[in-house]
């Protein structure tokens, strides 16, 4: 499965190459860009397809990831043409979700030694909002724990007026806080991640923020339960 992962965000770093190449190059490789980006849809889709089994967390979690790299493709392809793709705006069970990425990067996290534990509280963990945008998000927290941290990374999850996901790591801690990084001034290994998540929970009428910790950088994000009103952002 990590080799399917690997091979969908190849293409969509292809995809992404090619969008830079159109930058230097104009309208003619602005086509090529188009192009390009569809005909990553069509084996990404193939591959989501064969990884539709819900009954298993990690395969759907792979699945998510692939679905992202899918995005990220018609993201460049929508750059090309001076648009913004638009947020979907369905019900996610975010406790479903949150289980598939612990999945995933856990089994990438005990490759070097490591691991990861979550805590989910009781309670409705659904909001309402794009289910991409909110994997992008937590997907990049987990991986910088995991890329950046040290120790155990605990995910704990919580449901109440919000949804709060938090991510803790017993690393070097952030260099600067979120808000720092993810403007863009002093981003360092994990500030380009970081942009990323803030972007996305944005997007999703969220936030994203750092907490107070004895050790380590923990990372948290609150999501209004079952009314996520997501932005068009411009």
């Not at 069509?42 to 298993?56: E, F, K, M, R, W």
């Not at 991640?193 to 950088?217: D, K, T, Y």
């Amino acid at each position: 499965m990590s080799a399917l992962l690997a091979a969908g965000w190849l293409l969509a770093v292809g995809a992404a190459s090619l969008l830079l190449l159109e930058r230097r190059a104009g309208r003619s490789t602005a086509e090529r860009v188009v192009r390009a980006c569809h005909e990553l849809r069509g084996p990404l889709t193939t591959v989501l397809l064969a990884l539709d089994d819900p009954t298993n967390p990690r395969t759907s979690a792979v699945a998510g990831e692939l679905a992202r790299a899918r995005r990220a493709a018609d993201e460049v392809s929508a750059a090309v043409a001076r648009r913004r793709l638009p947020d979907e705006r369905r019900p996610v069970d975010v406790a479903e979700l949150v289980r598939g990425l612990v999945a995933v990067h856990d089994a990438l996290a005990r490759r070097v030694g490591r691991r990861i534990e979550l805590t989910v509280a009781p309670g409705p963990t659904i909001v309402v909002g794009d289910r991409a945008r909110l994997a992008q998000a937590l997907g990049n927290l987990l991986q910088n724990a995991v890329e950046h941290g040290e120790g155990i990374v605990r995910v704990r999850l919580h449901a109440g007026d919000d949804v709060r996901i938090e991510v803790h790591d017993d690393g070097p801690g952030l260099a600067h806080p979120v808000a720092t990084l993810a403007a863009g001034s002093r981003r360092g290994l994990r500030g380009r991640g970081l942009a990323i998540a803030h972007e996305a929970v944005r997007r999703q009428g969220g936030s994203l923020r750092s907490a107070p910790a004895a050790r380590g950088a923990r990372l948290v994000v609150d999501l209004p339960a079952g009314r996520v009103r997501g932005r068009a952002a411009s």
